[in-house]
């Protein structure tokens, strides 16, 4: 009968559903991709995977976040951008992790971005042990970011910046009118202290040794600020005279003490090279209080399991594990072993509690045992941490302290702590969407990555991924690949489905890599033209290395995550090679940090060169650090090109007609540019309670010019315009004027086509930054005497990228130069010429060579965590 038919149940999966994306390059893009599943976005770079990632399916369900959580604010996403689409359905709300370098607050460290440091002072505030008779302190007390937790003579910086005499004045002969006093400042505001000192009645005319000692000390030391009227430029005597006959004084002028003057500006001064002249006279020594631990003695004598927090902090979150699990294990034995709580053990957990042990019946002072309470404490807060602790060890960070400094770490490690982070939160029905999580991770760590993401996964969340790596491409249970090429050339979906699929997918360039071809062919080694050899090289995990590299030859430096590949690549090679050479030329010119300014940075690099270098006459440093941290640098800047670019738009007749010169055409100076948003293009609108937008500037409409400054035009377009061209289009505008097109033939050769001239540094990816630095040096002349250090230089790059790009530092080394690079890809690694294998694993289990020597050697020797993945891809 009717009632006995059921319909069969249809397992619907739901779908998130794309609608028209036109977002950027995308080209009228409609998808649909499963949710709860694992969904990699692939492409080579600049196909259009992040427009639809992030700026499409991640940016719309944020903006319908804003919008539900703060009405008010829908005006400004309005202007700050609404994806380009017709319509999204089924999208749960989205977290996305995206890669950025931990630039900014120095003060952020893993302990707080994990938020594992709040429990940590939590397990000390209730768990440690205290000194017989100290209160117990609350959690705030063991941070060094708080009033009450901060050493008082640091103020929770760890390190006191002094000056002495004999920097301040390094020649004493001379008298103040000399400039005796070196770290003065120069030009008039030098002139002005002088005279207000001549005011207040000192001598500037004696050589300063000749001056009283308290004269010296008070000029030199004084934190008064005396405002006086002034006679310019008089000596003691004339001005005494002048003051007398009631003359008329210059001007008033205020006196700043020296070392006052020195330590405002470095704390104050928004110029760079003011900064680096009086960082000369400052000194940064170990706080002598906390010995750099940057809290108050009451907190640093609180221990658990012996250790200080600052100490315990320090330690590798490995050893973290190892240290909490002992100690959960044994509270628990020791709680089962003696069953109920004795009333003896409870006599001695009041006196561990603080009571005086008068009742003590032995000489000997009972065993001090946790109280019940604070073993409960201990327990729960242990495992917690223990909790959090493991999926950041799975990911290979288990060479990480909680006290490492967030501008310290890779882009690739700080998405992995946040990604692991997520992990322990308890979210479930959410879409993460991450940027390339395996960058920076050895074939042998992606395993583990791969975990991680299935666990996310299996608590009910989706996962979109935009990935380069093939081994992550096969894990995925839906492949949506984008292309075919770049920019333009791009924007296409080309397959959305099961990852075999693909396969039938001719046009798709990631096909060829995920299905058989290899791409770089295998080559035979190049012979070194002689070597380098470093000595004692002691850096982070570096002890006392020894290493050589050979000249004239590609070296990829390889080892899992964390072995020492950086801190001999990037930091020990060219600090090393930079002495001897004179100066290591930097592919940027960034301002420096406070701390590489001062005298002695913490980690002093040891080691040496051993023997005379030869063949090398230059070292250029390619790191993936922003070319600018601005959006007032650009690609065009960067690269020199826009110099020629305004030099073309003064050279018109209509701007020698209104005399505008090149500079009327930047948006960096005063003069053309929108005087609004000073040539930035947008403004900052700040929210309350959330993060602040940038949104068009109303008056230039971002064109970054004065509307005056866009009547000139160049063959028809306006300097505007020609920021907003791609490197493509401006390459076949600009055809025939050699000076331009060299600088946009270098980019184009590193597969930059698709960047436009005007985009903003900030805005590029560290792999993007990378290659434009590559392609400003490829543009000069080359002489075959350079040294190139790279650290990771394929990272973020689509396989067929990588081919382009290697083959380009294949070119380089043919015309005689050295390559020396990081590199985890073993496709690269196998056609190198020499491979220098670190491990055998991270942090302190690492930091030795492995193996070295042709790539064929370190795969036959067959130990390490690179030769079984070498030889694979050596095949
Ligand atoms: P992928 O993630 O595949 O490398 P993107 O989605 O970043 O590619 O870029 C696709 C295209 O969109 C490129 O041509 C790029 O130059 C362009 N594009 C990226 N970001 C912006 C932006 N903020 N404004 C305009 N165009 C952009
Ligand atoms: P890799 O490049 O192979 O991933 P790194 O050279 O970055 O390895 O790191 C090697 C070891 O040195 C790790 O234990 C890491 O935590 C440590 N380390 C790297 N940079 C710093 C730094 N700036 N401060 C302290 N420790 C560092
Ligand atoms: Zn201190
Ligand atoms: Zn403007």
């Given at each position: 009968e009717p009632s006995a038919i059921v319909p069969t149940e249809v397992s619907v999966q739901p779908d998130v559903r794309v609608l028209g994306a036109r977002e950027h390059n995308l080209q009228d893009v409609s998808l649909s991709v499963p949710r709860d599943a694992t969904v990699v976005f692939t492409g080579v770079s600049g196909s259009g995977k992040s427009s639809l990632a992030f700026g499409t399916l991640y940016a719309e369900s944020q903006r319908r976040y804003l919008e539900s959580v703060a009405p008010y604010a829908r005006r400004l996403i309005d202007q700050a951008g609404v994806p380009d689409v017709d319509s999204i359905t089924g999208m749960p709300p989205a977290v996305a992790l995206q890669q950025q370098r931990g630039a900014g607050n120095a003060r952020s460290t893993v302990g707080s971005i994990t938020t594992l440091s709040s429990l940590i002072r939590m397990l000390y505030s209730r768990a440690g042990d205290y000194p017989d008779g100290q209160p117990m302190l609350y959690s705030d007390d063991f941070s060094a970011n708080t009033v009450q937790g901060a050493c008082s003579e640091c103020h929770g910086i760890g390190r006191v910046y002094t000056v002495n005499e004999q920097q301040m004045v390094p020649d004493p002969s001379l008298t103040i009118r000399e400039r005796a006093i070196a770290s003065w400042p120069t030009a008039w505001h030098g002139h002005q202290l002088r005279d207000v000192l001549v005011a207040l009645g000192y001598d500037v005319d004696v050589p300063w040794q000749d001056l009283p000692r308290k004269d010296r000390d008070w000029i030199l030391y004084t934190d008064e600020t005396p405002f006086v009227p002034v006679h310019s430029r008089l000596t003691l005597s004339e001005s005494k005279a002048a003051i007398e006959a009631g003359a008329e004084p210059s001007y008033s002028g205020t006196f700043v003490g020296a070392r006052r003057y020195i330590l405002d500006t470095f704390a104050n001064t928004k110029s760079a090279s003011m900064k680096r002249r009086v960082a000369q006279f400052l000194t940064a020594a170990t706080c002598p209080v906390c010995h750099g631990k940057r809290l108050k003695p009451e907190a640093l004598s609180v221990t658990f399991e012996g250790f200080d927090i600052a100490e315990f902090s320090q330690l590798p979150l490995r050893e973290l594990i190892t240290t909490l699990s002992a100690v959960t294990a044994r509270i628990e034995r020791e709680a089962a072993s003696s069953g109920a709580v004795s009333p003896r053990a409870a006599w001695e957990d009041r006196i561990a509690g603080g009571e005086s042990p008068q009742a003590s019946t032995s000489d000997v002072r009972p065993t001090v045992r946790p109280a019940p309470e604070k073993r409960a404490a201990a327990v729960q807060l242990a495992s917690g941490v223990l909790q959090r602790l493991r999926p950041l060890v799975d990911l290979g960070l288990g060479y990480l302290s909680l006290s490492r400094t967030t501008p310290t770490l890779s882009g690739g490690e700080l998405q992995r702590l946040r990604l692991a982070t997520q992990l322990s939160s308890d979210l479930f029905g959410v879409v993460y969407v991450l940027d390339e999580p395996s960058a920076g991770l050895h074939p042998q760590d992606v395993a583990a990555l791969l975990g991680i993401l299935d666990g996310l996964k299996g608590r009910g969340n989706s996962l979109f991924i935009v990935e380069h790596s093939v081994a992550v491409m096969r894990h995925a249970d839906w492949l949506v690949d984008i292309g075919p090429g770049a920019g333009e050339h791009g924007g296409r979906v080309l397959y959305s489905g099961p990852p075999d699929g693909l396969a039938d997918i001719m046009e798709s360039v990631t096909r060829g890599y995920l299905f058989g071809g290899r791409g770089l062919p295998l080559r035979t080694p190049r012979e070194a033209r002689s070597w380098l050899r470093l000595e004692n090289v002691t850096r982070n995990n570096l002890h006392d290395l020894a290493v050589d590299i050979p000249l004239g030859v590609f070296t990829a430096v390889t080892g899992v995550s964390g072995s020492g590949k950086s801190s001999l690549v990037s930091q020990a090679l060219p600090s090393l090679l930079g002495d001897r050479l004179g100066r290591a030329v930097l592919a940027d010119d960034e301002p420096v940090s406070d701390e590489s300014l001062l005298a002695d940075a913490p980690e002093r690099l040891d080691g040496r060169i051993a023997g005379p270098v030869t063949g090398v006459r230059r070292l250029v440093v390619i790191d993936q650090r922003p070319i600018g941290r601005t959006p007032r640098s650009n690609v065009a800047t960067y690269t020199g090109l826009f110099d020629h670019v305004r030099r073309r738009f003064a050279d018109t007749p209509e701007a020698r007609s209104r005399g505008y010169k090149p500079g009327r055409f930047s948006f960096n100076v005063a003069g053309g540019r929108c005087p609004t948003c000073e040539g930035e293009g947008s403004v900052m609108v700040e929210l309350l309670f959330l993060p602040s937008v940038y949104t068009e500037c109303p008056d230039c409409h971002g064109t970054r010019y004065k509307a005056s400054t866009l009547e000139i035009t160049w063959r028809g377009r306006t300097i505007a315009d020609v920021l907003s061209m791609s490197v493509e289009e401006a390459n076949l505008f600009f055809v025939g004027d050699e000076e331009i097109t060299r600088s946009l033939a270098a980019l184009s050769d590193v597969g930059l086509d698709y960047l436009r001239l005007g985009q903003p540094a900030t805005e590029l990816s560290g792999g993007e930054a990378q290659r434009v630095k590559l392609a400003t040096e490829l543009q000069r002349a080359q002489r075959g005497d350079t040294l190139y250090v790279l650290d990771?230089?394929?990272?973020?790059?689509h396989c067929a990228d990588t081919d382009r790009l290697i083959a380009h530092l294949q070119t380089l080394v043919d015309a005689g130069n050295t390559v020396v690079a990081a590199e985890l890809d073993m496709r690269v690694v196998a056609v190198a010429d020499h491979v220098i294998d670190l491990g055998p694993g991270a942090g302190d289990a690492g930091g030795t060579v492995v193996a070295a020597g042709t790539p064929a050697y370190v795969a036959d020797k067959g130990v390490g965590a690179s030769a079984g993945y070498l030889a694979a891809a050596l095949q």
């Open positions: 990771e230089p394929t990272s973020g790059l």
